[in-house]
């Protein structure tokens, strides 16, 4: 086993009745990473992250943290692992002070370490105002900051986030991917659930897509875009009003050239295309028509193309 | 350690809702309300008795709603998941409400009776052996709320919707609470208080137990 592994599923399966919602997946987390788990409604995300956590115990395969199986170490990986549920609520006649302090106790922390968790959490969250107001008084973005708050409360190794940012507004979102890159930073191992593709764009250090209960991929964003091949694009950005669009046909004489979109200046090339040549060739003609070239770039395919590929989307 | 926790937790919660509040306040004043507005209607009733009958039908029958629709809308919007990521018990869960309800209805019985007692003390209404039937009334009474509590909770991990929990709560638990008493309509021998007290402890266990399997099973 290897000690640099924090999380992992080996040949894990779990069934509801007739529905399969994980077939046989296995991954690993390294410890320290930001592991960005994207898939749609019901690709099975939320159940693997239940098995992780503990709330599902029936199941078929085997999940180690640090190398123990958690279902043979149930009361020591508690302390270990904080997590933000997708949905869950709180009973609402309680306090934020009040809530923090019920779960501290649960988890085997002092009223010392509490009052001192309570604190720097939520100076963290920014809820310091609001810490002795009831539940029930909360807004949505303060309620989802709690959810994230009451997972840190045990100082854990591992975070583990169910799709922390749904339902939040575009500042809020800022706010959270800031608390949760600065979480990365100090060394906590987060997986992070999503079915939003731009949730974990800029966060993850590596991305794991899910669909049909299925791993279908594994990278870094960076791999993930250069592992999928969507044929050799040219994109030309010229100035406004240049003879560009007037003169494309000429263009599809170059060698290689298979078409073009004149609305966007999308170039597509031969997959066998020779791309040095090409692209002489292509800025050789397009000089001698006298374009204003503004930027002329050959596009990787975008990590929601890559995404929309893997889950069987439609990509433009 | 959990459980204990939990319960002054849960004792917590309920103390501050405004169930408690008609439980520990609003029925002992309604029932010296009908004493001294229409006396004629009771004659011979001490006042204790009349507070213990109306705090053990309707406060046993306002807990096992609010104990069903709490735990039903509790386990709707996943609050217990934030529970079970930690070391807790899941009957730990369950047993906390039971006892935090039932101490608080057997605050609001004391208070009841304590205020009934005193006042049937100053106006002159106790009978010969008033300690006697009072005594026999309350282990009845608090027999009675143990198993509608129970049942309370058996349709709050039974059933998905607040209003079909707090329906059943309502006919079902009143129903089967009065279990305890009916052997001694046929058997007169059978000591009512006795007989209630031990019923009341047999059935809330096996009702309890079957709520801890039940909610052990559900998938959170």
């Known amino acids: ?316 | 350690m959990s459980l204990l926790l939990l319960f002054f937790d849960e004792l917590k919660g309920y103390a501050k809702s405004k169930v408690m509040i008609v439980l520990w306040f609003g029925l002992p004043l309604l029932s010296f309300l009908v004493q001294f507005i229409s006396p004629q209607t009771l004659e011979g009733m001490p006042i204790s008795s009349l507070v213990a009958l109306i705090v053990s039908s309707i406060g046993g029958t306002l807990s096992a709603i609010m104990l069903s629709t709490s735990i039903v809308s509790e386990k709707n919007r996943h609050v217990y998941e934030l529970f079970l990521i930690r070391p807790v018990r899941r009957s730990s869960l369950i047993l906390a409400k039971y006892l935090a309800v039932y101490l608080c209805l057997v605050i609001a019985v004391s208070i009841s009776l304590t205020v009934g007692l005193v006042i049937d003390a100053i106006t002159g209404d106790l009978i010969e052996n008033y300690l006697e039937i009072t005594f026999e009334s309350l282990i009845i009474g608090l027999s009675s709320m143990s198993i509608t509590c129970s049942i309370g909770i058996f349709f709050g991990v039974l059933v998905s919707s607040v209003p079909l929990a707090a329906i059943l709560s309502v006919y079902l638990g009143s129903q089967l609470s009065s279990i305890i008493i009916l052997p001694t309509f046929f058997i007169e021998i059978l000591n009512p208080g006795i007989l209630a007290l031990s019923l009341g402890v047999v059935i809330t266990i096996v009702i309890m137990s079957i709520n801890v399997i039940v909610f052990s099973k559900k998938q959170f």
């Not at chain 1, 409604?41 to 992250?49: E, F, L, M, V």
């Not at chain 1, 299925?214 to 100035?239: M, R, W």
């Not at chain 1, 050789?284 to 889950?311: A, W």
């Open chain 1, 1 to 316: 086993m290897n000690k640099n592994i924090c999380i992992e599923f080996k040949n894990v399966s779990k069934s509801y009745k007739d529905l399969l919602a994980l077939d046989d997946i296995s991954f690993q987390i390294p410890k320290g990473e930001i592991f960005g788990y994207i898939g749609p409604n019901g690709a099975g995300k939320t159940t693997s992250i239940k098995i992780l956590v503990g709330l599902i115990q029936k199941y078929n395969g085997n999940v180690f943290i640090h190398g123990n199986n958690i279902t043979l170490e149930k009361k020591n990986y508690h302390r270990l692992i904080g997590y933000h549920p997708q949905e869950a609520g709180f009973q609402e006649w309680r306090t934020i002070d009040h809530c923090f302090k019920t779960f501290g106790r649960l988890s085997g922390l002092t009223s010392k370490e509490i009052e001192h968790r309570t604190q720097e959490i939520l100076d963290l969250i920014n809820l310091s105002e609001v810490r002795y107001k009831k539940i029930v008084h909360l807004s949505g973005g303060m309620f989802q900051k709690l959810r994230l708050g009451q997972a840190l409360l045990n100082e854990p190794q591992i975070l583990v986030l169910d799709e922390p940012l749904s339902g939040l507004d575009p500042n809020m979102r800022f706010q959270f991917k800031k608390i949760i890159k600065k979480l990365g930073k100090s060394g906590i191992t987060i997986l992070f659930s999503s079915h939003i593709l731009n949730d974990v764009q800029n966060i993850a250090d590596k991305i794991g897509i899910l669909n049909k209960g299925k791993i279908l991929t594994i990278g870094s964003p960076e791999e993930l875009q250069n592992s999928f091949h969507i044929g050799n694009i040219l994109e030309i950005i010229v100035a406004k009003n240049t003879p560009l669009c007037e003169n494309l046909e000429d263009l599809t004489n170059v060698d290689y050239v298979e078409n073009i979109k004149s609305i966007k200046q999308l170039i597509h090339l031969k997959s066998d295309a020779d791309i040095d040549l090409s692209i002489t060739s292509i800025f050789e003609l397009l000089i001698q028509q006298k374009c204003k070239i503004r930027t002329f770039n050959l596009v990787k395919p975008s990590l929601e193309e890559v995404y929309l590929k893997y889950v069987g989307g439609e990509t433009e």
